[in-house]
Nanobody, 127 residues
Framework: VQLQASGGGLVQPGKSLTLSCTASGITLESYATGWFRQAPGKKRRGISCTSSRDGTTYYADSMRGRVTISTDYSKNTLYLQMNSLRPEDTAIYYC?????????????????????WGQGTQVTVSS
């Protein structure tokens, strides 16, 4: 199983960025999928989760209203559209999938629902 995250980089505050995560060795449509981030000195936390069972999406308060999670199962790829980025959004962003369900569990933001993780892509928001 390999999850290849890309799209990170240096961006100015207020700008947008779209992250991609392409999977191989696993079919995203068979699992819930999510995005997480880890800022320096902080724990990894969930940003968003989407259920392959019915398309239900969940967003953490930290980025709610500024991000949109989406999937293209024909490309076996997960996306995260991020808008109005702030310096505090600087972090390594990870995609995740796998686990026991097609839907996002109550504890999805902890990451416990997922057992396959990408290598992460760095997002730096700075002027």
């Amino acid at each position: 199983v390999q999850l290849q995250a890309s799209g990170g980089g240096l961006v100015q505050p207020g700008k947008s960025l779209t992250l991609s995560c392409t999977a191989s060795g696993i079919t995203l449509e068979s699992y819930a999928t999510g995005w997480f981030r880890q800022a320096p000195g902080k724990k990894r936390r969930g940003i968003s989760c989407t259920s392959s069972r019915d398309g239900t999406t969940y967003y953490a308060d930290s980025m709610r209203g500024r991000v949109t999670i989406s999937t293209d199962y024909s490309k076996n790829t997960l996306y995260l559209q991020m808008n109005s980025l702030r310096p505090e959004d600087t972090a390594i962003y990870y995609c995740a999938t796998g686990g026991p369900r097609k839907y996002c569990g109550k504890e999805w933001a902890t990451g416990s629902d997922f057992d396959s993780w990408g290598q992460g892509t760095q997002v730096t928001v700075s002027s």
